[in-house]
Every structure is written in structure tokens, then in C-alpha cells.
């Protein structure tokens, strides 16, 4: 899922206590509740950015509007994502997403190319590395040992 975000300018008032604030910092009253949610079904966040200048290139864009950040979430499937409407807590926290946004727009996408590895990937290649060194590490404590005994002979 690619989402493009735009946040209210300045503070906002936080929908519970007033209190005005950062509206990023509000806007995580509406994730916080269902956060843990898309890792139980092998969903997690790939890409977030924030923007740091105006536009570079646009071509036949009718208004050059440009947005603040960028998130690209991955879901397993699309009922998973539809599923996650169902986590209670979620509807309740739309409030703080209306209070924080401005404007968004969010639309399914599939990766056509990427660079990142996907988490089963990372798993097997950290159990390799942490197994590649602990062996590097046995051998070298078996290196430094023998070369002392040497030493004290």
C-alpha cells in the first residue's frame, strides 16, 4: 500500500485532552491501537520518507500539489488489510487521523523492482551471519589458545 500524506501545519489539539500538538505526534494516537496488527498476519512497513524539498519534475500535473511523506506498507493480501478494519480500536482511532491529516491519498500497489530483501530472507541471512561468526570466533579462540600454550612452553 502506497500512501501519500499530508499533515496539518503547526500544532494541532490533541481530540482527548486538547493539548496542542505535533501532528505526527497525534496521528500515532490512530496507529498505535492496531500497530502490532499487520506483523501477525506478515504485514510491515517497507519505506517511509519525508519530503525535504518541492518538486523536481512534474509533467502534466493539473495542480503541482506534492505531499509531505511517503509510507509504502506491505500487506500479505488484500483481506488481510480489510481484515485489519475489524481490530477494535481502529475505527475509534480515525478521529486523531482527521485531527493530523490534511489530505492523503492511499492506493494498492505492487513491486515491480526492489532492493530490499523480504523478511524470510533477512531471517535465514542473520541466522547465516550470526553462525558465521560464532564459527570465526571459535576458531579464533582456539588460534589465540594454542599460540599461549606455545608461548609458555
Known sequence: ???LVQF???????????EQMAPIDVVMGYFQPFALE????????????????????SWNADDNLS?????IM????????AELVLVPG?????????????????HPAHFQMRMSLRPPSVVLL??????SCLQIAGLWGRLSGSQVKRGDS
Not at 496539518?8 to 486538547?18: E, M
Open 38 to 57: 499487520p506483523f501477525k498476519r506478515g504485514g510491515h512497513p517497507v519505506f517511509q520518507a519525508r519530503w525535504v524539498g518541492g518538486n523536481i519534475d
Open 1 to 3: 500500500m502506497l500512501n
Open 74 to 81: 506491505r500487506y500479505s493480501s488484500r483481506r488481510d488489510l
Open 67 to 71: 505531499f509531505e511523506s511517503v509510507q
Open 8 to 18: 496539518h501545519k503547526g500544532t494541532v489539539a490533541y481530540p482527548d485532552t486538547g
Open 126 to 131: 542473520s541466522l547465516m551471519l550470526i553462525a
Open 90 to 106: 481502529f475505527t475509534d482511532g480515525y478521529v486523531y487521523k482527521h485531527v493530523a491529516i490534511e489530505r492523503t491519498i492511499s
